[in-house]
């Protein structure tokens, strides 16, 4: 079974970066579509970006688009996620999940437990 491990958040000011990482283990991530989400406190669960099997596709919400970048390396059994010029809206606890279907059903069906990324100065 598909097990993911997030890693990488942390706290960091107005206008830095993170890349976060989405390990997995008991599979072959290779396999599955990956989607970062991020849920910030107070609000709904968030789709920011999903990437398929062969990264040929991905995409972006509206609000990171231009500002964070989805990779992976199927190799290493990993999926990134580049932040750039982070804001303090950014801040919440981002989680990476898995799903054998195109990006576009939305059908994730294992999910990380969460790192935490704060943006304050």
């Known amino acids: 079974q598909l097990q993911l491990v997030e890693s990488g958040g942390g706290l960091v000011q107005p206008g830095g970066s993170l890349r976060l990482s989405c390990a997995a283990s008991?599979?072959?991530?290779?396999?599955?579509?990956i989607g970062w989400f991020r849920q910030a406190p107070g609000k709904e669960r968030e789709g920011l970006s999903c990437?398929?099997?062969?990264?040929?596709?991905?995409n972006y919400a509206d609000s990171v688009k231009g500002r964070f970048t989805i990779s992976r390396d199927n190799a290493k059994n990993t999926v990134y996620l580049q932040m750039n010029s982070l804001k303090p809206e950014d801040t919440g606890i981002y989680y990476c999940?898995?799903?054998?279907?195109?990006?576009?059903?939305?059908?994730?069906?294992?999910w990380g437990q969460g790192t935490q990324v704060t943006v304050s100065s």
């Open positions: 008991g599979d072959i991530l290779g396999d599955y579509v």
């Open positions: 990437i398929n099997t062969r990264a040929l596709m991905t």
């Open positions: 999940a898995a799903g054998l279907r195109s990006c576009a059903t939305r059908s994730f069906g294992s």
